[in-house]
Antibody
Framework: EVQLVQSGAEVKKPGESLNISCKGS????????IGWVRQMPGKGLEWMGI????????RYSPSFQGQVTFSADKSTSTAYLQWTSLKASDTAMYYC?????????????WGQGTLVTVSS | DIQMTQSPSSLSASVGDRVTITCRAS??????LAWYQQKPGKVPNLLIY???TLQSGVPSRFSGSGSGTDFTLTISSLQPEDVATYYC?????????FGQGTKVEIK
């Protein structure tokens, strides 16, 4: 069974750093793109970017380039989303999702989401 | 970057109605378009990819069409469990932008 299990909710202060994780199982983690999607409270889905764990090739949305960093650990089948200095505007639900392989395209499996709250 | 515009932003329809949601790309994207359903408080779910291919397990009342810049998601007979927000997403090239969403409610 394909699963993406994300780390738990976080409450942080502005300026703090944060790493959230997304552990994959039930599929070949290194051969599928893993994406990150932000959903601010009451708002729509925003594509942050994707990483290919096999070689850590990454593509960032211009909106998030330089604001976050994606990484992946092949040995533990885990993808990470990192901030070095959080802002209140980073408060959101963050989802990881697996991109399908031909013929399936689209994020076919999603993590349960990690709620990040940034408040002083 | 290519922008994705959905219309309407919200709609209210009766059970059994045919519902159509439109997604327009600011430039041609061939058929590199997916549709997702997100029920309240839930994780998004892939409905359709390649503009018109139904994902495994998705009810056949959902269908997609279009190519180039104009796409539609149709629910042939709206059911109470279809109350959700629907998003399109283009993936011809990065960034793989989502539309702003269409909220579907029951009248």
């Amino acid at each position: 069974e394909v699963q993406l299990v994300q780390s738990g909710a976080e409450v942080k202060k502005p300026g703090e750093s944060l790493n959230i994780s997304c552990k994959g199982s039930g599929f070949s983690f290194t051969t599928y793109w893993i994406g990150w999607v932000r959903q601010m409270p009451g708002k729509g889905l925003e594509w942050m970017g994707i990483i290919y764990p096999g070689d850590s090739d990454t593509r960032y949305s211009p909106s998030f380039q330089g604001q976050v960093t994606f990484s992946a650990d092949k040995s533990t089948s885990t993808a990470y989303l990192q901030w070095t200095s959080l802002k209140a505007s980073d408060t959101a639900m963050y989802y990881c999702a697996k991109w399908g392989r031909v013929p399936v395209s689209g994020f076919d499996y999603w993590g349960q989401g990690t709620l990040v709250t940034v408040s002083s | 970057d290519i922008q994705m515009t959905q219309s309407p932003s919200s709609l209210s329809a009766s059970v059994g109605d045919r519902v159509t949601i439109t997604c327009r790309a600011s430039q041609g994207i061939n058929n590199y378009l997916a549709w997702y359903q997100q029920k309240p408080g839930k994780v998004p779910n892939l409905l359709i990819y390649a503009a018109s291919t139904l994902q495994s397990g998705v009810p056949s009342r959902f269908s997609g069409s279009g190519s180039g810049t104009d796409f539609t998601l149709t629910i042939s007979s709206l059911q109470p469990e279809d109350v959700a927000t629907y998003y399109c997403q283009k993936y011809n090239s990065a960034p793989w932008t989502f539309g702003q969403g269409t909220k579907v409610e029951i009248k």
